[in-house]
C-alpha cells in the first residue's frame, strides 16, 4: 500500500485559545486489489481510527489532487485512465465514499477544482469554453444527493481578446472562496460567493 495524499487539520482557536491537538487524514492505495484507504490519526487520543476503503479501477496511471476541505469532510479529485471522481473522507464518521462527476463534464486538474458549496457542502467549479459552472450535491425528490447546476459564469469578453479558445484553472484560494484562473496571457482571479 502507498500513500498518495493527506492533510492536516486542527481546530478552530476559539475565543483567543488555542488547541495544540490536530488529525492527520491519509489517503493511501494499493494497486493489485485497486483498493482506495483512509485514515485518522488523533493527536488528542494518540490513535489511528478505523481504515476505510472502497474500489477504484485505475489500471495503468491514477492522478490526485490537492485535499479540500468542505464541511467536515476531506475531499480529493482522483483522474484514472477513465474517469475523475471525487474521493469523500467523513471525518466525523470515518467513511470513505467516491462522488462521481455528472456524466457531460469532461473534466481534469485543467479545469475543475473541488470546493465548498454555499452552504458548506461539497462542491466544485468547472470551466467549459469561457464558463466557470458552479456544481453542488442537493437532495433530489426522493432524498438521494445528486449534482445540481447552481451557478454559471460568463467571460465571454475574455473570449473575445483571447488567443486560447479555453480557461485554465490554477487553483482555488478556500479561506476567499476565490478561484485564480489563466487565458492566454490574461490573469484572473475572481469570487465566488
Not at 483498493?35 to 488528542?44: D, G, I, M, T
Not at 490513535?47 to 479540500?68: D, P
Request: aromatic content about 10%.
Amino acid at each position: 500500500m502507498s500513500i498518495f495524499n493527506g492533510g492536516v487539520l486542527r481546530p478552530a482557536g476559539g475565543q483567543g485559545c488555542r488547541s495544540s491537538h490536530f488529525q492527520v487524514a491519509l489517503m493511501a492505495g494499493d494497486r493489485e486489489s485497486e483498493r482506495v484507504s483512509a485514515y485518522l490519526y488523533s493527536s488528542e487520543t494518540g490513535i489511528w481510527g478505523n481504515i476505510s476503503s472502497v474500489q477504484l479501477q485505475w489500471q495503468n496511471r491514477m492522478g490526485i489532487g490537492t485535499s479540500t476541505l468542505t464541511g467536515n469532510s476531506l475531499c480529493w479529485l482522483i483522474q484514472t485512465n477513465h474517469q475523475c471522481v471525487i474521493l469523500e473522507f467523513d471525518l466525523d464518521r470515518q467513511s470513505l465514499d467516491l462522488r462521481e462527476l455528472p456524466p457531460h463534464i469532461d473534466a481534469g486538474y485543467h479545469n475543475l477544482s473541488i470546493m465548498p458549496a454555499e452552504d458548506g457542502g461539497l462542491g466544485f467549479i468547472y470551466f467549459s469554453q469561457f464558463q466557470a459552472q458552479l456544481w453542488k450535491r442537493m437532495p433530489d425528490s426522493d432524498g438521494l444527493a445528486v449534482w445540481v447546476l447552481y451557478r454559471a459564469i460568463d467571460f465571454e469578453k475574455i473570449g473575445s481578446t483571447c488567443k486560447r479558445d479555453y480557461l485554465i484553472l490554477q487553483g482555488f484560494a478556500e479561506e476567499n472562496n476565490a478561484v485564480l484562473v489563466i487565458a492566454s496571457l490574461h490573469i484572473i482571479y475572481f469570487t465566488v460567493l
